[in-house]
């Protein structure tokens, strides 16, 4: 593996394969070991083993036979010498769903080093794509807890 932008372009797409298998291991095999992940409802994950025993059951139920699609990145740039960032604009359509509809698009920023020749995931935070009525209807909303308030 090389240092180069289209090196760390690959790893969204092989982590949107290892999802449409719904495959944790897979999903999670770029990170390091001491990755963080913060998920588009704010629940920061801290560690790689931590997300795959966490996201397993995920895969298996809740999201269970949904896919990844349109994954593109818009921007990535090595930042510096073992650094770079990636963007990344992907929806998931839920089983019975030919596409994802405009409510279930993320942007994920991917932070990245190089560790023993190769790119590893050390920050990812996912967040959902809304348009501004929406954010209009949600701040009409009573929201229960606030947002970001968790950490597993």
Known sequence: MQQSVEAISAIPARMNEAWNRGDATAFFADFADDAEFADFEGTIYRGREHMIATHQPIFDTVVKGSRLLHGEVPFARIIGPGCGVVHHRVGIAMPGEEEPP???????????????????????????????????????????????????
């Open 102 to 152: 405009p409510s279930r698009y993320s942007m994920q920023l991917f932070v990245m080093s190089w560790q023993d020749d190769q790119w590893k995931v050390v920050a990812l935070q996912n967040s959902r794509l809304i348009s501004l009525e929406a954010v209009a209807v949600l701040e009409s909303v009573n929201l229960q807890r606030p947002l970001g308030s968790q950490t597993v």
